[in-house]
């Protein structure tokens, strides 16, 4: 089984394609960031990754596009029902690191594929059938609803825009013609986010602005018109015309490749319908019975 035993993540600066691939590679000959395999008779999977390993450099192990997981076993019960991973919020992230065969650095995993194992793994463990209690946006009536997740399909995407093995593409804001060299964050990238947010959790009560938005855009953002360095960067970000912010935001929700997990809902109670509902994830998820 998989096993990733250094969370730690560098967030100082930003690397470069090259330097990315040659960590990546590092990562698949270092066993103190990598997952380890312990050879069982527990069945495996290949998932199909939304990104399909364009994002990865060449040489990567998921650069194929798919990544290899196994089924549940009664040890990842065990960090399902550890007290200690649920208060600390890393319940999930535990699970699915003790789930993936493939040898990965987790921190390196993309969010847009982490998604999808997230979905994965649930198959796995209890099957594709989520029970799920639903209040009518019409009448308020609530009604149980059993939502088969092997019906979500990934997203329709333009993939001319990308270049396979290149681990950033480029966006040319509107109004002031910057043209932003951007990146898909990265579970790594998220956790930097989580800390950076808070960091500023006394200053946003002071204040009451919430930086969520203007630190997640420096971490996708690389450079701006090819400078990389991060004060400059973070410093764009921070004067941003709103519209440049919308439009980017706008480009980034077109071409993000990820698994689309609505569905159609029908009131049984007022037959209202809606045919693109949010899948709501609640304990029955990877606590079934609870």
Request: net charge negative; hydrophobic share 35%.
């Amino acid at each position: 089984m998989s096993k990733v035993v250094n969370d730690d993540y560098p967030v100082n600066r930003t690397l470069s394609d090259d330097e990315i691939k040659a960590k990546f590679l590092q990562d698949a000959v270092n066993t103190g960031t990598t997952n380890t395999t312990v050879k069982s008779d527990v069945p495996t999977e290949m998932i199909a990754l939304p990104s399909k390993g364009y994002f990865y450099p060449e040489g990567h192990p998921l650069a194929s596009g798919f990544i290899e997981m196994k089924y549940m076993t009664a040890r990842e019960e065990d960090i399902l029902s550890s007290q200690s991973l649920i208060k600390s919020g890393t319940v999930i992230d535990k699970l699915l690191q003790s789930l993936i065969v493939t040898k990965i650095n987790y921190n390196d995993l993309l969010t847009i594929d982490k998604n999808a194992v997230f979905i994965a793994a649930r198959i796995l463990a209890y099957g594709p059938d989520y029970q799920v209690e639903i209040t009518c946006p019409s009448c308020g009536e609530k009604s149980k609803h059993v939502i088969d997740l092997q019906q979500f399909e990934e997203k329709d995407i333009n993939w001319d825009l990308f270049t396979k093995g290149q681990t950033t593409h480029n966006f040319t804001l509107p109004a002031c013609k910057k043209e932003l060299t951007l990146k898909f964050l990265t579970h790594g990238d998220e956790k930097a986010i989580e800390n950076a947010i808070k960091a500023h959790k006394k200053m946003s009560k002071l204040t009451g602005v919430d930086p969520e938005l203007s630190t997640r855009l420096k971490q996708l953002i690389v450079a701006v018109d090819g400078t990389t360095e991060r004060s400059a960067v973070n410093s764009f970000v921070d004067n941003m015309l709103s519209r440049d912010s919308l439009a980017l935001r706008t480009y980034l929700k077109e071409v993000t490749p990820d698994i689309d997990t609505t569905f159609s809902f029908i009131c049984p109670s007022c037959e209202y319908e809606q045919e693109k509902m949010t899948m709501p994830i609640n304990v029955n998820f990877f606590w079934p019975g609870v």
